[in-house]
């Protein structure tokens, strides 16, 4: 899932310059600087109010910035530059199809808005129906359709002009399990296939772990940008995890008696240590029986190193921490 | 730049950068026509909204215009019956229900909707602007047109009626409501609000238009009112190409006969579209 970084990497596409903006005093994105790579898929990671949604609207052209711009190709162009409008693709959270119209019509429509027409409007309708594997329910209004079958098709419409970057906010947000894994066989798929470039915001974690880099954005401002797996790497050691009836008398005691730092997120006591495995009989043996009721051991996932990197948690979707046995992945 | 080094064979690294693109002209007329065709297609798709458009305005002529008809008089407007009176009206008021309905969808779609693909799309705002007035106009235009099949009711007679004024006036009426309905939704930016912004003041707009009661028998100050509404030049407009200068002179003003009617509402509509240009182009 996670492929090492190509040894030569590709130039920035897009890069964005101290892109600053400003609401009623206070500063949503503050001096952003940011290289998205051609080719790669570059998540920006946050809570709500991180600036990754305002970030996207200044790039959708939505937004105007108080200061700063980006670079296109090495050009520096305005935001509002219809030669850079022309080369983007956009999956808004809320959605941009018209439910009235028929899946077709809506890529029409899409290809149309960008100057396509004619056989060549309807020539790449059918080839993204056909990508998303659609092209047999091309007819049938999509207000009718599922989350799932729209995020797709919101894909296709997004990529129907065949722009050079694909910009999503939130592009799954309250999709189940399989129509996430689905959203992104295709997003991946079309990626290679169409040779895009892709900037999305999330709070998922697993959402996360499947970009090829994370921007973690906290309070407007960039704190780190990285691979997924070097950012997890960063945080060294496991988590450990104690449910306890009281969880903040628990924490003081674990810090006095076994000088370890402990904390409490969430009613829990949370616990940062090298030696993960090595601690947990010395907890047992520290505490007499029904201090607390379970113990559970895990490696540092995404959520666990924006709870580090900012001090608060990434969102209600973040994972809740699972017992030692169920995780093996890396 | 791959553009300039794959100049005269197929480029097949990055076909996006190396296609014609389209010219900045070709754009803003493709932002156009979509918002235009889309508006017309969902108007068909919602039988509903057929169905309202044509018993709504036909229900208020019958019963609105029968409430009236045994109290009014208007001197010198001879054979003017309150029905017939009452008829410019109803056309003007299809036309801006038609006006605020499309304003209205705005601000949703702008939030949450198609409007936010074609606001982070290559036109320009004024082409928004354009488009969504024209999108909104037709279908304006084509209530007005079904409600006008019933005009014979309304004693206008066929080889009478001023087509080209008709036109004209229904037309530019349209453009210059939408134009208004856009500039005040967008900086409403809620249903609720607009809701408030309709009763307060587009529908005392249309009262005082000279729709429901002639200005000539209206106090000082509400004539003055009446005379500087946009509204009222399209309600005259409409009274003087279905029934004659002489009919129309009788219960409104002297500028009845003098055919402003055309050039106001022309100049309407470019300040209102200026308007909605200006506040949908301003990117916050």
């Given at each position: 899932m996670l492929e090492s970084p190509v040894p030569s990497l590709p130039p920035p596409l897009l890069q964005l310059e101290g892109l600053t903006r400003r609401f009623a005093g206070r500063t949503?994105?503050?001096g952003l600087t940011l290289s998205v790579r051609q080719g790669e898929i570059l998540g920006l990671l946050g809570p709500n109010g991180a600036g990754k949604s305002t970030t996207f609207q200044l790039l959708a052209g939505l937004l105007a910035p108080d200061a700063g711009h980006v670079r296109f190709a090495g050009q520096s162009l305005s935001l509002s530059d219809p030669s850079l409008r022309r080369r983007m693709g956009i999956i808004f959270q809320r959605g941009s199809l018209d439910d009235l119209l028929s899946a077709r019509e809506n890529l029409l429509l899409g290809a149309r808005l960008y100057g396509l027409s004619g056989a060549r409007a309807r020539e790449r309708v059918e080839t993204m129906l056909t990508l998303i594997g659609l092209s047999d329910r091309g007819d049938e209004r999509v207000g009718t359709w599922s989350g799932g079958m729209r995020r797709r098709l919101e894909l296709a419409r997004a990529l129907v002009h065949q722009p050079r970057v694909l910009l999503m906010d939130e592009p799954t947000q309250g999709l189940d399990e399989g129509s996430f894994r689905t959203f992104w066989a295709h997003l991946k798929r079309l990626r290679d296939a169409e040779g895009i470039t892709v900037l999305l915001t999330t709070h998922r974690a697993d959402e996360a772990e499947v970009c090829d880099r994370l921007a973690v954005l906290d309070g407007g401002k960039l704190v780190a940008c990285d691979t997924p797996a070097a950012l997890a790497a960063r945080m060294g050691g496991d988590i450990l995890t104690l449910e306890a009836p009281e969880p903040e008398a628990l924490a003081t005691q674990v810090r006095e008696r076994l000088g370890l730092e402990a904390s409490v997120v969430e009613g829990q006591v949370r616990v940062e240590v090298a030696q993960g495995h090595a601690l947990v009989p010395r907890l047992v043996e520290a505490f007499p029986p029904g201090r607390f009721a379970s113990v559970s051991l895990r490696r540092p996932t995404l959520a666990d190193v924006f709870l580090q990197l900012t001090?608060?948690?990434?969102?209600?979707?973040a994972p809740a921490p699972q017992p030692v046995a169920k995780r093996g992945r890396r | 730049m791959s553009a300039e080094v794959s100049a005269g064979q197929p480029a097949l690294e990055a076909p996006a950068a190396t296609r014609p693109e389209p010219g900045a002209l070709a754009l803003q007329w493709a932002t156009v026509r979509v918002l235009l065709a889309r508006d017309v297609v969902r108007f068909f798709r919602q039988p509903s909204r057929v169905v309202g458009a044509l018993a709504q305005p036909i229900l208020f002529w019958f019963v609105i215009g029968s409430g009236f008809a045994g109290s009014f008089r208007v001197e010198g407007a001879q054979g003017l019956g309150y029905q017939q009176f009452f008829f410019p009206g109803v056309v003007t008021m299809v036309v801006l229900f038609s006006a605020i309905f499309a304003t209205i969808t705005v601000i949703e779609d702008r939030k949450e909707g198609f409007l936010q693909a074609v606001l982070a799309g290559p036109g320009s705002r004024l082409a928004v602007v354009l488009g969504k007035a024209l999108g909104s106009s037709t279908i304006a235009l084509m209530q007005a047109s079904l409600f006008l099949l019933l005009a014979p009711l309304a004693g206008v007679r066929g080889d009478t009626v001023n087509l080209p004024l008709l036109a004209a006036v229904m037309v530019l009426s349209a453009l210059a409501l939408t134009g208004m309905g856009m500039s005040l939704a967008w900086w409403v930016r809620s249903s609720a609000g607009y809701h408030a912004v309709m009763s307060i003041v587009l529908l005392p707009m249309w009262v005082l238009s000279g729709a429901m009661f002639p200005l000539k028998g209206a106090g000082p100050v509400m004539a003055w009112v009446m005379r500087l509404n946009p509204m009222r030049f399209s309600v005259e407009g409409v009274r003087r190409a279905l029934y004659g200068v002489e009919a129309s002179a009788a219960v409104g003003s002297a500028q009845s006969g003098l055919g402003l009617e055309v050039p106001v509402l022309l100049a309407f509509a470019v300040v209102f579209l200026g308007l909605a240009a200006f506040s949908v182009s301003r990117r916050e």
């Open positions: 949503a994105v503050d001090g608060r948690a990434l969102g209600a979707d | -």
